[in-house]
């Protein structure tokens, strides 16, 4: 009896380890220093003047992005199988959308917030919040020089405005669909904001950001 016991208390550990979500926490700004961007993470500044900051939402800490006619990003470098941590989970939020901002053309090429996941074989899935293309619509950058850019529309508009929203992508399969094959090894993450296209102010706010084994 006790040698069952046993038995079957292996067997319930083994298969909680198997059943186990698994996930690499990317952002956690829990610590940040403002003043100081922590060696993991470079900002990259593409025009205008960086505006960030760390605030507390909901009792927990988060990354603020403001743009005033900037274009600007905080970036890390990962290393992650999307065969093994396929999702990517992430809540955000934009208190002020790009007037006039749509991705669907170079001169109003404005998110008030991006996710970007770039992979080994320098091809990149593009996550964003419009002001106007519709929730769901995709669209291949063919404008950018050297870079293959895949974007998706998580969410359109100011109906969510002001409010937190948790997003999850399974970027291998999006990464298959969009590129025809298989997706290697993603390498970087980038979280960007932008208004100098239209010449506009743009905010928002990210919390956790995570790869991880299954759907949330």
Not at 53 to 82: H, I
Request: proline share 4%; glycine share 6%; aromatic share 10%.
């Amino acid at each position: 009896m006790k040698k069952l016991l046993l038995f079957c208390s292996f067997f319930i550990l083994v298969l909680q380890v198997r059943t186990a979500q698994l996930a690499l926490i990317v952002l956690n700004t829990t610590g940040w220093n403002v003043a100081r961007v922590p060696a993991d993470w470079q900002v990259k500044v593409n025009h205008g003047k960086p505006d960030f900051s760390v605030s507390t939402e909901r009792g927990t800490s988060c990354l603020r992005l403001k743009s005033v006619k900037a274009s600007f990003s905080l970036e890390r470098e990962v290393d992650v199988d999307p065969a093994q941590l396929p999702y990517l989970t992430w809540n955000w939020k934009v208190t002020q959308l790009p007037n006039g901002g749509d991705f669907r053309r170079a001169a109003t090429d404005d998110q008030a917030a991006q996710v970007l996941v770039a992979f080994d074989d320098r091809r990149i899935l593009s996550y964003i919040w419009d002001s106007t293309a519709p929730k769901g619509a995709e669209q291949r950058a063919n404008y950018i020089p050297l870079a293959h850019v895949f974007s998706v529309v998580c969410e359109s508009g100011s109906a969510d405005a002001n409010r937190w929203i948790a997003e999850s992508r399974n970027v291998a399969a999006d990464y298959e669909r969009a590129y025809g094959k298989p997706a290697p090894r993603v390498k970087g993450l980038r979280l960007q904001i932008n208004s100098q296209h239209t010449g506009t102010v743009a905010e928002s706010y990210f919390g956790e950001v995570a790869f991880r084994s299954s759907q949330q």
